[in-house]
């Protein structure tokens, strides 16, 4: 969650055929209408600030945003009754989330750098291991394709991933 970004954004992410966030927009046919652009028209990020370099960021408390450059090329965020920003609490609150999580995944990545063989097996491996976060079950496996390991805890919240 940053400054600029909707509370109720949840990134492009599709779900039984639509894009919605949390606050229930469908996002592809509220803004998409099938036409490139979308970013553009999505008033849920305010989203980018562009340096000299011309590589954009996400935009940051107190940064100023393309929004006014890309509304006159034509390509105008359309408004959503929905949209909420984040107070500087919240912001605050879903770092600290973040930290942790990174944190967790971090302890649980070197359980599975431990687990995993090198080079890839021969055949797909599975097992199923204490996890060092929550002292519940984390099933880890890699593949005979690629070595990629994944692992997901059967605790709600925890921590998975995919390589």
Not at 13 to 27: E, I, L, P, R, W
Not at 32 to 59: H, L, Q, S, W
Not at 104 to 125: E, F, G, L, T
Not at 151 to 163: I, L, S
């Amino acid at each position: 969650m940053t400054p600029g970004t909707c509370i109720h954004y949840t990134g492009m992410t599709y779900s039984q055929g639509t894009c919605k966030c949390k606050a229930g927009v469908d996002m592809r046919a509220t803004f998409g209408d099938g036409k490139p652009g979308i970013f553009n028209r999505m008033p849920c990020i305010e989203y980018m600030t562009v340096p000299a370099d011309g590589r954009g960021t996400y935009v940051r408390a107190g940064q100023a945003s393309v929004r006014r450059e890309i509304d006159r090329h034509g390509e105008v965020a359309m408004p959503c009754d929905k949209r909420q920003e984040p107070t500087p609490e919240q912001v605050e609150q879903d770092r600290i989330e973040w930290e942790q999580i990174f944190r967790n995944h971090k302890i649980a990545m070197q359980v599975a750098k431990v687990w995993r063989v090198s080079p890839k097996p021969d055949q797909d491996r599975h097992e199923v291991v204490a996890c060092p976060i929550c002292k519940g079950k984390l099933h880890l496996s890699q593949s005979a394709h690629n070595g990629h390991c994944h692992g997901k805890c059967e605790t709600e919240g925890c921590v998975q991933w995919m390589e």
